[in-house]
């Protein structure tokens, strides 16, 4: 996670640091993909299947996703494992329910995700203060996307001034 964290529990000492569910769905999906490829599913979608969730899914994808877990009882148990981390967030309310719901899932997973769990597992404070607020980077991820637009617009700014009048410019809606 970087020093990012670092800065941020020295410029506000009292905040509740909070790690992004969409990073950590990131890596767990990233396991996924990879056991994927290990066991050779190249069925045509096959990617686009497993890391979509579930519940967005058409009736037709869902059959051909059944279809392809059917054939491959590992990988079923693996999407299996990253829909339940999934709605760990959607159904726990408290910070006690979410650990527990994550400890048991780490438990769990330690085959699937070699790469995601160790990362859960360390940040695991950081992730279960989610459920203090509920809070997420997105509005943050946004503007700093915003920021690097306008940075390369301008071609990179060789005057600070002018890079924060388009800033400002572009932020006071």
Known sequence: ?????????????????????????????????????????????????????????????TLKLASILERFPCLKIAYEL????????????????????????LQLAQLFFAKAVPTIRNHLDGICNY??????????????NRIKLIKRQGYGFSNFDNFRTRLLACFSD
């Open 1 to 61: 996670m970087g020093g990012f964290p670092k800065v941020v529990q020295q410029v506000f000492p009292n905040a509740a640091l909070v790690i992004d569910r969409f990073h950590l769905m990131k890596a767990v999906n990233q396991d996924l993909n990879k056991l994927r490829r290990t066991l050779g599913v190249t069925d045509r979608g096959s990617k686009f299947l497993l890391l979509h969730n579930r519940p967005d899914l058409t009736a037709t994808q």
């Open 82 to 105: 990253k829909e339940s981390f999934r709605k760990i967030y959607q159904t726990n309310h408290t910070v006690e329910s979410g650990q527990a719901q994550f400890e048991q899932w």
């Open 131 to 144: 459920f203090l607020s509920r809070t997420t980077s997105g509005v943050m991820e946004g503007i700093n």
